[in-house]
């Protein structure tokens, strides 16, 4: 059976990926932060959340070891974190300054390949940190990679819909075109290398995406005839796209979230359904297995990551797990104070050494009382002022503080802030919204932003923008005021 043991709510926006290391899991959001937990007791890291990124996280990934995470972003770049101290190792800007949508490390971590919504690849050499190789698909975003467990050949998934297999010289070996109808919204190979006729390696391959299917297939590496894909099982458990899927350790179980809010387990060799999770309340968009435990994380954009524990599965096919299955909860999240009707820009000294108390933040409390720390000044801190000016010395107290003034600042967006609200490139209120040549609508700072330092593609939908007039939204402005004047 399949049974929740955790529910982690660190994340203030959607959660689009969850990774699992041997000790360590790591989730990412469009919040633009990296969230790691020991798998002990998923507890938070004292360096985390890791906070690098310019916009939302799409993706993030693990070393083989464990020692190092990649997440990578709509910033252009994938950024390297230690996982010792939580520290940046580097920033690898992508080929021509596309959003990243996806990231995956070869089995031995010697490579790192990176796909862009502009359909641009990029093969690193991870051990220099140096661009190795460079190739693209035109007109679509490569929204899905993942390594043969050989590491010699790589696979991509597109929005258009094509699996395309790849060495690690970016020769496109195969292309399955319209592998699913819509788009490819993920795939990974399983762990192990097979033996098929004739002596010939064989890998098995599992895929989804817009169509509402899994699919399970067969690539063959033939000495002669190249590569032959072919199609095992088409799975059909969920009735909406699917957005996740992920193998076990072992290969014999696969896991797959969909915007119907269901996560489905299949014996993976035969495709035969085994749960049904109905636990999240909105699209699950990611899922992982641990590679040490019986453990499965699922991310959702309901803003949580639950955690499962997979115990004997014998005699149990097709079985639902019912949403009034119990929980623990784990919250990142704070209540809400009694004093803070006040915006914090207007909070006193007092009002921020109250809101220190609340928090569990006594130990910095002195520091903040004989700096005269109010509102206005509370916001405008960073780790570099608590360490160089507030003379905070402990990396893990430094980031708690951070988190706290992130979720701070993100406090209306946690308070039930309608979407339309809510710019689609920061996630945050907009202030100045103004419409774009694919109307949508967006913080004019961030879309002009966007435009100067990107190629002139729509954040929303990757198509060329026509145009880079601005018009100003008006009537959404004034909805925006009046919301957050009856707040």
């Not at 709509?74 to 950024?79: H, K, L, N, S």
């Not at 801190?381 to 608590?386: A, G, Q, S």
Request: net charge negative; proline share 4%.
């Amino acid at each position: 059976m399949v049974s929740l043991i955790c529910t982690l709510q660190s994340h203030r926006d959607d959660v689009n990926c969850c990774a699992f290391s041997g000790a360590l899991l790591a989730t990412c959001s469009a919040d633009k932060s990296v969230c790691v937990y020991s798998t002990r007791d998923f507890s938070e890291l004292p360096f985390s959340p890791l906070s690098g990124h310019g916009y939302g996280v799409h993706c993030c990934c693990f070393s083989a070891c464990g020692q190092y995470l990649a997440s990578c972003s709509t910033d252009a770049t994938t950024v390297v974190w230690s996982m010792d101290t939580g520290e940046i190792e580097a920033v690898l800007e992508h080929p021509g300054r596309s959003p990243v949508r996806v990231c995956a490390f070869s089995p031995d971590s010697s490579y790192l390949v990176s796909g862009g919504s502009d359909g641009t690849i990029a093969l690193w050499d991870f051990t220099s940190r140096t661009l190795r190789r460079t190739g693209a698909v035109t007109d679509t975003s490569i929204v899905a990679c993942s390594f043969t467990p050989c590491g010699q050949l790589f696979i991509t998934g597109s929005t258009y819909g094509d699996l395309r297999l790849w060495d690690l010289n970016m020769n496109h070996l195969h292309a399955e075109k319209n592998a699913h109808d819509l788009g490819v919204s993920c795939c990974q190979f399983a762990p192990q290398i097979l033996k098929g006729t004739n002596g010939c390696a064989q890998f098995r391959l599992a895929s989804c995406g817009q169509d509402s299917l899994v699919k399970i297939w067969i690539v063959s590496l033939l000495c002669a005839a190249g590569i032959k894909m072919q199609l095992a099982h088409t799975l059909m458990g969920q009735s909406a796209p699917v957005l996740s899927c992920a193998y076990s350790a072992d290969g014999q179980m696969l896991v797959s979230g969909s915007v119907d809010k269901t996560v489905t387990v299949y014996q993976a060799n035969e495709g035969v359904l085994l749960y049904t999770l109905n636990q999240h309340d909105r699209y699950v968009t990611a899922c992982a297995f641990s590679p040490t435990a019986p453990l499965i994380a699922t991310g959702s954009m309901d803003k949580t990551v639950n955690i499962w524990m997979v115990e004997d599965g014998s005699g149990a096919q097709g079985k639902s797990i019912p949403d009034e299955a119990a929980s623990v909860s784990s919250s990142g999240g704070r209540k809400s104070s009694g004093h803070s009707r006040l915006m914090v820009s207007e909070w006193s000294e007092e009002d921020v050494l109250a809101w220190l108390r609340e928090d569990g933040l006594e130990a910095v409390i002195d520091v903040f009382k004989s700096n005269n720390i109010d509102g206005e000044e509370l916001l405008s801190l960073t780790k570099e002022t608590l360490s160089s000016e507030l003379h905070i010395e402990s990396l893990g107290l430094r980031s708690k503080v951070m988190k706290k003034i992130e979720e701070l600042k993100m406090a209306p967006v946690s308070n039930g802030t309608p979407d339309e609200y809510l710019c689609p490139i920061t996630r945050e209120i907009m202030k100045d919204p103004v419409i774009a040549a694919d109307g949508y609508s967006y913080e004019r700072e961030a879309i002009e932003s966007w435009i100067n330092t990107k190629s002139r593609t729509s954040p929303m939908t990757n198509l060329p923008l026509q145009t880079t007039l601005l018009t100003p939204n008006r009537t959404l402005k004034m909805a925006i005021l009046r919301w957050t004047t009856c707040q």
